[in-house]
């Protein structure tokens, strides 16, 4: 197949093309030609005003399901939902049934996800079963494939496991993923501690239930060497906590939920259990902390946080409710709506880099690794537009700016209506 796309503004930082609107010529899934004025015929032409292209967006957290939970999604669905939310490839949560914790699930990860458009990525549990004492065996699953290892949304309580991990990994140069949450602190929390969680009656988790563990985490990498990436930071302690860190010299990377960068501890007041996530939606301060971090770099990327959940598990109250929202399929409309399309698109295709996968170009001769979309317009986030199974969005009803036009991988392309022929 041809693909032809006109007049598009490129977005790639990296890149001498950054800002330039040109015409991509691709055959065969390679990028044949890149110019400001490309006339050949094509089997897709695809135009329109307000269109950019970036190298496809990396999301470092995604769950779906299989194996285990294939009532919240499978894998091929998934990667589906991805592909059509512009996201060419995605980290892999080991959270399933039975937990990514073997060479033997990692290989069957790979094996539901082998030629796809949109590439998985598995994260490797850090701990047999994700149960914070005994490692996992990480050399098997790194050679099979997993490229980060970590415990989803949980903390070894013990630091020692966090040290003989990082002395580990540090051989293998890949990366520890530690979610960080004192457990004692948080207690049974599942809103932000404030004003807002105790006029709705909601139990709170400090902030410095996060930033006390970023902090021990951090001086255990200092002694252990290695990497250390932080998943969903929430704080603005943790952003200041993780500053000092790189400005120290550690090896240090963290990412940042849409969750948190679209909602505050207010959003709780509706007792919507579609809102429940975890880390909760913090203060007002907190956001725009975020918000810094991801401008002045500390926050090196954005995940969308992906957890579908059943209709059991979220409609009951609040209180029980499991947390997690979908994210994949309107993650760009609705961010963009607090950020500007540079540092969007940045954080968006950040991710790669961090774990030790290379990032693709847009550049002649190199394979068509691409995510196309629209600056403008909006679009109400709705259940007839969400292409999730399971439909539990945070973000119901909330007005986005601009849409995802398409994704091009593995010489596949999923092209959404827009001005084509």
């Not at 995940?303 to 979220?314: G, N, S």
């Not at 607090?338 to 290379?358: H, N, P, Q, S």
Request: proline share 3%; charged share 20%.
């Amino acid at each position: 197949m041809t693909i032809l796309l006109k007049n598009v503004t490129c977005y790639d930082s990296r890149s001498s093309l950054h800002l330039k609107r040109t015409d991509i010529l691709i055959k065969e899934g390679i990028i044949q030609q890149i110019s400001s004025q490309i006339d050949a015929s094509a089997d897709r032409v695809i135009s329109g005003d307000n269109l950019g292209v970036s190298v496809g967006w990396f999301d470092t957290s995604v769950q779906f399901g299989e194996p285990g939970f294939e009532d919240r999604g499978t894998i091929k669905n998934g990667l589906q939902v991805a592909a059509k939310s512009g996201f060419t490839g995605i980290l892999y949560e080991p959270n399933n049934n039975p937990v990514i914790d073997t060479q033997a699930q990692v290989l069957f990860a790979l094996g539901k996800s082998a030629n796809e458009l949109t590439q998985m990525y598995p994260i490797g549990a850090l701990t047999v079963e994700q149960n914070g004492r005994d490692l996992s065996n990480i050399y098997e699953m790194h050679l099979a494939g997993a490229v980060a290892f970590g415990d989803y949304k949980k903390t070894p309580d013990d630091a020692n496991v966090l040290k003989l991990a990082l002395q580990y990994t540090k051989d293998l140069n890949t990366v520890v993923i530690c979610y960080s949450l004192d457990k004692k602190l948080a207690g049974k929390g599942f809103a932000s501690e404030g004003v807002a969680a105790t006029k709705l009656g909601l139990k709170g988790i400090p902030a410095l239930a996060e930033s006390v563990e970023i902090s021990r985490n951090i001086e255990v990498l200092r002694y252990a060497g290695g990497k250390l990436h932080f998943p969903t930071i929430s704080t603005a302690e943790s952003v200041a906590v993780i500053r000092r860190a790189k400005a120290a010299g550690l090896a240090v990377t963290c990412s940042v939920s849409m969750n948190n960068i679209m909602m505050t501890e207010d959003d709780y007041s509706d007792f919507d259990s579609n809102k429940k996530v975890m880390p909760p939606p913090r203060s007002s301060a907190d956001q725009a902390a975020l918000i810094d971090g991801l401008k002045d770099g500390t926050i090196d990327c954005i995940t969308t946080d992906h957890a579908p959940r059943t209709l059991e598990e979220k409609m009951v109250e609040f209180e029980i409710a499991l947390p997690g929202s979908i994210g994949l399929d309107y993650a760009f409309g609705c961010l963009h709506t607090k950020l500007e399309t540079e540092l969007l698109i940045d954080k968006l295709t950040a991710g790669r880099a961090l774990f030790g996968i290379a990032t693709p170009q847009i550049k002649e001769g190199e394979k068509a690794n691409l995510t196309i979309f629209e600056t403008a317009g909006t679009v109400q986030v709705g259940s007839e537009n969400l292409y999730s199974s399971c439909k539990n969005a945070a973000l119901l009803g909330f007005e986005t700016k601009g849409k995802v036009v398409g994704s091009i991988n593995n010489n596949q392309v999923v092209i959404h209506d827009t001005t084509r022929n």
